[in-house]
């Protein structure tokens, strides 16, 4: 197994963005239970900002364990842009349009672990970066279903 220490610099930042982007989807998943009326979507949320949290003391336990400050990663674009549109969603406080945007997040947030998963292969990260990415594609799809669910319920 390759240790992180041997990853390509550029490798490092996405691993401190993917972790900074998981920190800031806590956060956010935080704030959207408190502000979705929804039972079910409170419910997710709530899982979901403690998932996304574990998540990132995770990334940044394995940066800080190999001398790599996780502070000092940006929050990467991708991410920044995901997470800015739930933002507004927030402020808008329709239930159906916050769980589009996080489902859209998740699959930004997918997209980042997806890159990771290449650069990592076989290292021991990569095998930390596999468990978390299949929650994500879990999350993604859960998000996804109650996104419908509250569609529907509209026409009920």
Known sequence: MTSLIQLHPATLFSI???????????RLYARAAEAVSSPLLQRSFAD??????????V????????GVDPGDGALGECASEAWASLRAQLRAGNDHAIALEAERGERRIQTAYES???QTAGTALGGVLQ???AQVQATREALR????????????
């Open 131 to 133: 468990g978390q990415y």
């Open 16 to 26: 401190q963005a993917l972790a900074r982007s998981n920190a800031e989807g806590a």
């Open 48 to 57: 979901l900002a403690a998932r996304r949290a574990n998540h990132a003391q």
């Open 116 to 118: 990771l998963l290449r």
């Open 59 to 66: 990334l940044e336990s394995q940066l800080a364990i190999h």
């Open 145 to 156: 279903e109650t996104r419908d669910t509250l569609w529907l319920a509209r026409f009920r």
